[in-house]
C-alpha cells in the first residue's frame, strides 16, 4: 500500500510525551459522482466512513465492520487499496499526549440501499449521519471550515480534506 501522505498537525509539533499508536481503516464508496461519507454536526464535517482497527484485527474486516455500523452498508467488497496517510496530532485522552494514526483508505463497491446503522453512543451525540454528496461540495464544505477556523473544527478535517482532494485529483486526471 503506497504512503499517500504525512501529516503533522501544527498543535503537536512542539509536544513530546506519551504517543496512542492507532490503525484505522477508511471505505471511499463513489456511484458517479456522489460519494459516501459522513457528516457530523458537531464538528460541522464531512468524512470518510471507517474507523480503529482493534488489536489482531484484520484492516478488510475492520472496514468492513466499521463501514456497516456507520452507514449501514451491506455486502461491502474491497476493490483495491487506496494507500495510507500517517499523521501524528494532539491526543486529549487519558494518558497520552500525541496520537500517531495510520489511516488505510480502500476502494469499495456496497449494496445500494443503506440499512439502519449501528453508530456509537459518541457517534450519535455529535451527529454523525451517513450522507451520498457530491464530491466537490463535500470538499468545498471542509475548506470553508478550515478557511474560518471555525470553532468546532475537528482534529480530522486536515486528513479527511486532504484525501477529498486527492480523490478529486485522481478523478480529474482519470476523465
Same mark, same amino acid.
Given at each position: 500500500m503506497r504512503l499517500i501522505k504525512k501529516l503533522v498537525h501544527p498543535d503537536a509539533e512542539a509536544l513530546t510525551g506519551a504517543t496512542l499508536t492507532r490503525r484505522a481503516a477508511r471505505g471511499i464508496v463513489?456511484?458517479?459522482t456522489l460519494i459516501l461519507l459522513l457528516f457530523t454536526e458537531r464538528y460541522n464535517d464531512f468524512s470518510f466512513p471507517g474507523g480503529? !482497527?482493534?488489536?489482531? &484485527?484484520?484492516?478488510?474486516?475492520?472496514?468492513?465492520r466499521e463501514l456497516e455500523e456507520e452507514t449501514g452498508a451491506s455486502?461491502?467488497?474491497?476493490?483495491?487499496?487506496?494507500?495510507y496517510v500517517e499523521e501524528l496530532r494532539p491526543h486529549r485522552r487519558s494518558g497520552f499526549d500525541l496520537m500517531h494514526m495510520t489511516s488505510h483508505f480502500?476502494?469499495?463497491?456496497?449494496?445500494?440501499?443503506?440499512?439502519?446503522?449501528?453508530?456509537e453512543a459518541y457517534?450519535?451525540?455529535?451527529?454523525m449521519r451517513?450522507?451520498? !454528496?457530491?464530491?466537490? &461540495?463535500?470538499l468545498a464544505h471542509n475548506r470553508g471550515v478550515m478557511e474560518r477556523l471555525e470553532a468546532t473544527m475537528g482534529l480530522s478535517i486536515q486528513r479527511e480534506t486532504f484525501?477529498?482532494?486527492?480523490?478529486a485529483n485522481d478523478?480529474?486526471?482519470a476523465a
Open positions: 463513489m456511484r458517479e480503529g !482497527v482493534a488489536e489482531g &484485527e484484520d484492516l478488510i474486516d475492520g472496514l468492513r455486502n461491502v467488497r474491497v476493490q483495491r487499496d487506496y494507500g480502500f476502494l469499495c463497491d456496497i449494496d445500494p440501499e443503506l440499512r439502519a446503522t449501528r453508530m457517534e450519535t451525540a455529535n451527529g451517513p450522507v451520498w !454528496v457530491e464530491l466537490d &461540495e463535500a484525501m477529498l482532494e486527492e480523490l478523478l480529474a486526471r
